[in-house]
């Protein structure tokens, strides 16, 4: 894996201590940690990174996702989105700017880990799919193993949790049919009291491991795999 510059753009020291922490780790060079739209233009212009780690929301700044299409207009740099809010509209609107990844606040040290690497195998095209031919494709690059209850992306191992596995395995065997919102919480939850927003989390969860458009919600009804232009190299 080569050694990548990359550049943090987050407003809550402590994530962005935890996100250089992890990047030296793995052997990265941080070029810069700013928190506003102006030191990030600046940091840009002096050190040219390879990759952005952008948080969507910024007090007294613009938007990460208004940076990131200024960004785009002359640089195309890989962005990996940072957010806490991931309701509809805003990851609409992140998608449309094309990140290889995200990451949803507050994350655990291993989530941050996995995602840094999926990130970087992402921007990394040398890699060729050789899948076990057991494995299901789903889309966009990404197999399930069904046996085992592993996910990758291409070869890279990509880490989900239990309750992640059984949703995406319900939306596997549903082979592209929609999976009502009450089949999802009485298979996951046993039918226990949950609040509104449980599901919802599960699913951004996920989805910040995923590409975003894979799996499709279908409002005021459930969700189903959109794997309808699957991508193999």
């Given at each position: ?28 060079i941080v070029t810069d940690i700013v928190s506003n739209d102006k ?137 592209g049919e929609i999976v009502p919102f009450s089949r999802i919480e ?33 409002p005021s009804f459930g969700y189903r795999l959109n794997n309808k ?5």
């Amino acid at each position: 894996m080569k050694t990548l510059k990359i550049l943090i753009v987050e407003d809550e020291p402590i994530v962005a201590l935890d996100i250089k922490n992890t990047l030296l780790q793995f052997g990265h060079i941080v070029t810069d940690i700013v928190s506003n739209d102006k030191d990030t233009y600046e940091s840009i212009q002096r050190d040219q990174p390879d990759m952005i780690f952008m948080d969507i929301h910024l007090e007294n700044s613009k938007s990460g996702i208004e940076i990131v299409k200024e960004v785009k207009k002359e640089l195309n740099i890989p962005i990996v989105y940072l957010t806490a809010f991931c309701d509809d509209e805003t990851m609409q609107k992140a998608i449309k700017t094309n990140p290889i990844n995200y990451l949803i606040k507050p994350f655990k040290r291993n989530e941050l880990k996995s995602s840094i690497m999926l990130s970087i195998y992402k921007m990394d095209d040398i890699f060729n799919v050789t899948m076990n031919i057991e494995y299901t494709p789903i889309g966009y690059n990404y197999f399930y193993d069904l046996k085992n209850d592993n996910l990758f992306y291409k070869e890279q191992p990509v880490q989900i949790g239990v309750k992640e596995k059984m949703f995406l395995k319900l939306l596997i065997s549903a082979n592209g049919e929609i999976v009502p919102f009450s089949r999802i919480e009485e298979y996951i939850w046993k039918n226990c009291n949950l609040s509104n927003g449980t599901c919802r989390t599960l699913v951004y969860r996920l989805r910040s491991k995923l590409e975003f458009k894979l799996i499709e919600t279908v409002p005021s009804f459930g969700y189903r795999l959109n794997n309808k232009n699957k991508i193999y190299t």
